[in-house]
Each structure stands twice: as structure tokens, then as C-alpha cells.
């Protein structure tokens, strides 16, 4: 009876690099370095002088060994091969490229047991081979030996790997003096906190479209933002809270849109503060024609059992379902100022108010105020048609159940003065050439402190 074996095959740069990398690899799986007698998973790891590392874990299916391969290449960026040698009659060698493409070639006689010949992928070999090596190897695939270990230790040779690393099994392997035993154990498993919870399932899910998670912030809240055109930032962060009426735990997810231009994004504050439920915002959304009342409604709170991680991840799939309807079908077309415009009066009418310039930036210029986007875009529209909409003129209710004609015409005409007093504040800023440059020099000077805060926070903005 023949040598059955397998073994995976790892270019690496050193042995310290290739066991650190390995270990963090290890470690994303849920495994720690441990003693022998401790382990869960070992691995036997030979080191051969031409830069490669050898591991066997004893197992004659190559399965896991496979599947080790593919996240080895992937992670580490460097190419491996799988070798699972059957009854000293032939040979499988599966490489992955850190291209994400795989190889495979059949070494020996395969062809009793069913096993035919590929074609070689020869462009993702080439690279290993020491001095060239490309024709030998092709000719060593095709000789067909009376042992499949003596022409896998030719091709080992012409790898930089040793014919004992190339045709040793487990049992070889383990206890030889210049073998690496690697060993690891399940790590004690962690209670999910609701913030990890968030940060796990939001981030992998926001960060493949353009979102980055902000790092070194000073509260306990995340937020993960987009920038677009270099103006405009998307965000969605969460709030824990307890209800009111449980005094169940529970939280809100809130998400919307900043410019850099407003006086300053301020990311120390509660999400609330800078954001908006995403129900609410659902609302404001509908109300103003901006997505098809079709979209699932988020919940304005959601319930949370902080003592299940599994039970709080599957919600959090839910939330994060719930918040993509009004990411995909409202923030994702807000990619220009004119549409932030639109976003501010029908989301937070208040931070578009407008006061004579100097007033404006020294008594009335708050944190949130985005209202100097209406001069820079020079937006004409007066607001007569979209204040008809918010305060219907037929439903004065608001003013109170005892609320007469009189108050009833106040308040019109309150409201009138109020709508021309804006339209004339933004007037004078457009059309005055010397006011208008301090506007836009100020708007930049906003945008260029918002810009090193991002920064700060690991934001690249081009």
C-alpha cells in the first residue's frame, strides 16, 4: 500500500511574519494560541529555506486544508498551494493566487481512480518557481513515476520547498525537532454588547457601499458616514435608551444628511442631535413625494435583549433591512447641494433660517445651521409654496381649540412676514457682490475645519 498524505504550502517572507499573520487569521476564526494539550486545531509547520512554510493537520481530507488555502491568500495577499497525495499514485495540487483564482493540477496517474489531467493555469505558477522552472515543472507533471513522492520532491526543488517538507505526512512532520507546532483553541466566547452588536452588523454591511466607520471618537456611539462629492456626507449612527412605558431597553436608528459647510459637524453629541429617527425621517420622506409610500416603514424603536447575542444579531439584520429602504430609496439620490436643499426644509426647517449676515454669524449661527446653502446655491424660491404644504391653511388646530378668526389671520400674517423677512436676507447675501464673498468665504472656512475633523477621525476626503 501506498503514502497517503496531504499538506498545504504558503509562500511567506519569514517564519516570525508568517506565524503573526497566522495567528491574527486564527484569531478572526475564533481561535487562540494555546499548549498542545489544550488544542482544539493543530497544525505541524516546516519552514524551508526557499520561503515557504509547510502545515499538515493530519487529516487525510484535504477539505479543511482548502479551505485554509483560500483564506490564506486572501488575508496574507500570497499565494498557496493544497497537495493531497493518494496511494503514492498520484497527486492533486490546488493553488490560490492572491488574485482570488485557483489552479489545479494533477500530478501522476489519476486515471484509475477517475481523475483526469486540466489544463494548467501556468500564469499563476510561473511566479514561484526559483530560476525560471516553468518547462521542468510541465515536464515532471507528465513523467508519471512509479511514486508520487519523487516527482513532488522535484517539484519542490524547483519551488524552494524541501523534498521532506514536500512528501512528509502528519506523522513526520509532527516532533521533528525543526518543526513548528501550532496549536489553538475556541476562544471564550464574549457577550455581544449592543454597541459591538451595531458596529459588526452595520458595518459589514454599510462599509461595502463607500461607508467608514469614524475611529477615536469621544462618545459611546458610532457612526458610520459616506462622503459624497466631496460636499456632502451621509451618515447612520444608533441611540440605546429605555422606554418610558416598559422600561424595557430599547434603541433608535438614526441616519440623514450634513454638508461641510455647516458651522460644525459635531460628532460628540448623542445621534439624535445630529441625525434623524429613521421613522421619522420615512415620514418626512413620504410627505414630501421623496419615496414611494410602498418602502417597508422603519420602527421608530426597536427592542433589545442585551443578554442573547445571537437573538440581538438577527435583529439587528432586521434594523439594518428596515434602514436600507431609506438609504437606497431617499439618501442615495441626496449627491448635490440643491438636493441637500430639499433635505433640510423637509426634514429640519429650523436650520435653514436666515439673519442678517453679522447677526447671523455672531449671535445666531448655530452648530447645526446649514441655512448659508441657500446663498451659495442661489435658490430662489421663496418658500410660499413649501409653507402652504407644511401648515395646511385649512387646519389651524395647532393654534389650540379656542383659537379665533383674529389669531387665525396673526398668525397668517406673522407667517408672511416672516417668509418675506427670509426671502430679503437671502436677497441681500446673493446680490450684494461684497457680502456675498464674506458668505461663501465663510462657508469655506467651515468646510475647511470640518475637512480636519473628518480627518481626525480617519475620514480621507480627496
Partial sequence: ???FFTALHVKADSRDGFVNAFEQLMKKDGYVPCPEDEAAVSYAAAFSEGGWVTLSNGDDSVGELTKLSAKIARDMKTSCFTVEAVDSDFAILELHAPSGRTSRVVVGDGEGYGVEKAPILIDDWRPLFQNGGVEEFIAVIGQNSTFVEDDLAEIGGLLGISSYAMTADYDELSGNGGVLELSFKKAAEKKLTLNAAFVKVFGE????????RLKNLENKYPYFVRV???DILHAVSYRQTTSPKTGYKEFEVCCGVVTLYRRKINFTVEPQMLLTNTSHLYSYAVEGGKIDPSVKKPQSYYLCNATDSEEMLRKLEIVFNDTMGILLNYIDKITDLDACVEYFYNTERGIMHLYPFDEFITSRYT????????VKTRNMDDGVERLKNIYKDSDFSFLGPRATQ??????????EDFRAQQYAYRLEMINDPE??????????????NNIELLKSYGVIID
Avoid: H, Q, T, W
Avoid at 206 to 212: H, R, T, V, Y
Fill in 367 to 374: 452648530s447645526k445651521s446649514e441655512a448659508l446653502l441657500l
Fill in 406 to 415: 383674529e389669531d387665525i389671520e396673526k398668525y397668517l400674517k406673522k407667517r
Fill in 228 to 230: 459624497v462629492n466631496g
Fill in 205 to 212: 454591511g454599510l462599509e461595502p457601499l463607500g461607508f467608514k
Fill in 1 to 3: 500500500m501506498g503514502k
Fill in 435 to 448: 457680502l456675498n464673498k464674506r458668505v461663501l468665504a465663510e462657508m469655506e472656512r467651515c468646510k475647511a
